[in-house]
């Protein structure tokens, strides 16, 4: 199901107009929504959520001009277009200088007014894509990999992506799980549209009710005014709930109750509010655990686990570690101002040998603390002591070790001599990069004549 169509109010007291422009907005494709007078809009405005508004600057109850300030001042303000037949210019400019979209003079043609609307929701939707693509670029990186561990998962997102259905990602902290969520948001058919990031584990006990439904002024002490929720901030787009595990019994009642009507209420507020959202979760956590011993709903997890997407640990897709300390040495250096480096073959073998207890993560911040304090080549002394002996006691001579190599050695052969020597069909196949297998083949001592012989 796609989102649906863009509703825009209309705020006139003269009906013929409202139905003349209810008509044009229909049959470009818009949801028209119609008020007779401000408190009426401001009713509407409660209850449901408003992608633009059609604004007349004389109304019988209040002036236009005044009831859009006194919805910037509630931050609940939507784009606008003023209409007026007898405004002056000054109030004209007002409106613009206010921050109004444009300001039509009547009577305009069905085509003008249907034009200036869609053009309205244009530009909101490209400031909003604006704010995010500076977002993402901040604070986001793409996934690194081409293990047969990542590209399953990344298969899945993909797959995943254009549906409407939840999807529960789960896997050790620091592994990506966020990165997973931002790939699925990116091509679904909500990417122009806001992914919320919630991290249920940050927010208070408090004022996690409050983050994610939005309160009415005067509902807690030092609620001086209305405020927008996550699910409202993130509708007709994706809410991304990080750390679901953690979420309070009372607060997965109210989120099942929102995935199941699609409905939220404001705290200190007696009305619900429709949202369209869809809803990406994340865990580190084993929620059946959780669920067996009474911290996390079932039927919950029946909502969220629709699509379940397992992010491995880096432990699990060790071919994709060269991959990731090139692409984090980068960015360190980037980021710090320094001239790239020459990483030393030794010390990817030891970042291999290395168990990640911190996954992912850890090993961006290895990489960039190597970066800013080495030299002009990062060395073996470079690593840190916890990563220098994982990999000293891999090393060391043992039987086991002699008898893997061996097995590796073979099978690695077999692989080759069945892809008649090409390494690209080889790599793909053992689910490694290619260059990766190019270092085996020196380590293992295996060169062009044993799988032609």
Not at 17 to 34: K, N, Y
Not at 246 to 255: F, R
Not at 304 to 327: F, G, K, M, Q, S
Not at 359 to 368: C, F, G, P, Y
Request: net charge neutral; hydrophobic share 45%; with cysteine.
């Amino acid at each position: 199901m796609a989102p649906a169509a863009p509703t825009v109010l209309v705020v006139d007291d003269e009906k013929n107009i409202r139905h003349a422009i209810e008509l044009a907005l229909s049959d470009a494709g818009m949801q028209p929504v119609l008020a007779h007078d401000a408190a009426a809009a401001w009713r509407i405005l409660e209850e449901r959520i408003i992608d633009a508004m059609i604004l007349d600057i004389k109304l019988a109850d209040v002036d236009g001009i005044a009831f859009f300030r006194r919805l910037q001042a509630e931050g609940t303000a939507v784009p606008t277009i003023f209409i007026s037949g007898h405004a002056t210019l000054t109030e004209a400019a007002m409106a613009v200088k206010l921050g109004a979209f444009d300001f039509l003079e009547k009577p305009f043609s069905a085509e003008k007014i249907a034009v200036t609307a869609q053009r309205c929701l244009e530009l909101a939707r490209l400031k909003e894509r604006l704010r995010l693509s500076e977002q993402q670029r901040r604070g986001s990186l793409e996934i690194i990999g081409d293990s047969a561990a990542i590209r399953r998962v990344i298969e899945l997102a993909l797959k995943a992506a254009p549906s409407e259905a939840t999807v529960l990602i789960s896997g050790e902290s620091g592994t990506g799980k966020e990165l997973v969520a931002n790939a699925i948001h990116a091509h679904s058919r909500r990417s122009e549209a806001p992914l919320v990031k919630v991290n249920s584990s940050a927010i208070p006990e408090t004022l996690l009710e409050s983050e994610l439904f939005g309160h009415e002024r005067g509902a807690f002490t030092g609620a001086s005014g209305q405020r927008r929720g996550m699910f409202e901030t993130a509708h007709r787009g994706t809410l991304f709930l990080d750390e679901v595990g953690d979420l309070s019994l009372a607060a997965q009642a109210k989120i099942l109750r929102a995935l199941q009507s699609g409905e939220i209420q404001k705290v200190g507020s007696e009305r619900s509010l429709k949202v369209d959202v869809r809803v990406i979760a994340a865990t580190h956590k084993d929620l059946r655990t959780q669920v067996a011993s009474g911290c996390f709903r079932e039927d919950l997890l029946y909502r969220l686990n629709v699509v379940p997407i397992h992010v491995p640990a880096l432990r699990e897709r060790v071919p994709d570690i060269p991959l990731l300390a090139h692409h984090f040495a980068r960015i360190a250096c980037e980021r710090n101002n320094l001239h790239e480096k020459l990483i030393d073959e030794g010390v990817l073998a030891a970042l291999q040998a290395y168990a990640w207890p911190g996954n992912v993560r850890e090993l961006q911040n290895v990489m960039e603390r190597m970066m800013i304090l080495s030299g002009d080549k990062i060395t073996l002394d470079d690593l840190p002591e916890t990563v220098l002996a994982s990999s000293e006691a891999s090393s060391a001579p043992s039987a086991l070790r002699e008898f893997r190599d061996r097995a590796e050695r073979e099978f690695v052969l077999g692989v080759l001599k069945k892809n008649h020597g090409n390494i690209s069909r080889a790599a793909i196949e053992l689910g490694i990069a290619r260059t990766y297998l190019h270092r085996r083949l020196v380590a293992l001592g295996i060169s062009k004549r044993d799988w032609i012989g």
